[in-house]
């Protein structure tokens, strides 16, 4: 039910922000772009920096509260996997703090330091490329984003276009289910077992709900072959703008961000070795690498034209 909840906090909502006026694609590019920057380069400086361009390209497009509470949620469990994963498996290092003896097939167990901050920084990568594509997914239009994608598969757009309108609304039975529950004389069950019954209750309901729509498609004359009829209609944008000027800053940022990503791994101002002994890059390179990026990351708000307040 977590998950359901969740899904009905971070969703696109439209806002008065020039991320929000672009074209869905660009928007999508730009947390793309992003993403891709973070998978990139391993400097944890860099890396930290990205975090940094992420959250503040969120809180300018009124989207912090979204990306924060995600982050709050998913920041402690990831390092703790990816440390925990990374120090039992890689026996890379040579700074070994604890011998736990030999462990059979898995060999001599030696915990390194270098293991640790291996896993500590691939944590970070993950938390930034996850944090991207939240913030793409709470700017781009997911109506206009799949009709987009109707040119390639118009039946795939329909289907991923019912999947994301079903998530909110299962959320949203899950938590009237589990208020009603909780209004019984005997306070219902509770723990796992109300768990269960919630999600018993909500599968059911999505199988109800998946019927009916099915039907009314049906009627409607999709899936009947010879292109799309009907409610076909339905998936054509509404609107056919030319490329404003918001298009053109952020679809140059979403290119200029990994390009200076990779350009910092290639002359060396982004150079991280884990093994055998921790080695960063922390010079003036380095951190003006950090400043460009923010800086590319925030200049495409600078401009708030044309954008209702």
Same mark, same amino acid.
């Given at each position: ?26 928007? @999508? ?16 400086? #860099? ?9 503040? @390209? ?57 293991? #640790? ?98 039907? #009314? ?93």
């Amino acid at each position: 039910m977590s998950v359901l909840e969740s899904a009905t906090r971070i969703a696109y909502r439209r806002r008065a922000s020039p991320l929000h006026a672009t074209r869905a694609t660009v928007a @999508a590019g730009y947390g793309g772009g992003l993403a891709l920057a973070a998978l990139l380069v391993e400097d944890p400086i #860099v890396l930290a920096g990205l975090l940094a361009a992420v959250l503040l @390209a969120a809180a300018a497009a009124g989207v912090s509260r979204q990306l924060l509470t995600a982050a709050r949620g998913a920041a402690v469990p990831m390092f703790a996997a990816t440390v925990i994963v990374n120090v039992l498996v890689d026996r890379g290092g040579l700074t070994v703090f604890m011998r736990l003896g030999d462990w059979g097939v898995l060999g001599q167990m030696n915990l390194t330091l270098e293991s #640790v901050v291996f896993g500590l920084v691939f944590g970070l990568r993950l938390l930034v490329v996850a944090l991207a594509c939240l913030l793409a997914v709470c700017t781009a239009d997911p109506d206009e984003l799949l009709v987009s994608l109707r040119r390639v598969s118009p039946r795939s757009a329909l289907t991923a276009s019912l999947a994301t309108r079903m998530v909110p609304v299962l959320g949203q039975d899950a938590q009237r289910l589990a208020e009603a529950l909780r209004c019984r004389p005997d306070g219902g069950p509770r723990g796992t077992r109300a768990r269960l019954a919630i999600l018993r209750a909500t599968i059911a309901g999505a199988l109800d709900r998946a019927l009916d729509v099915a039907a #009314v498609l049906e009627t409607r004359g999709y899936g009947a072959g010879g292109g799309a009829r009907g409610g076909g209609a339905a998936l054509d944008p509404a609107r056919a703008a030319a490329r404003s000027r918001h298009d053109l800053a952020f679809s140059a940022a979403a290119v200029a961000i990994p390009a200076l990503a990779l350009l910092s791994r290639v002359d060396g101002a982004a150079s991280f070795h884990a093994y055998p002994l921790v080695s960063i890059a922390a010079g003036p390179a380095t951190f003006a690498t950090v400043v460009l990026l923010i800086a590319a990351t925030l200049l495409p708000f600078a401009d708030r034209r044309g954008i209702e307040p």
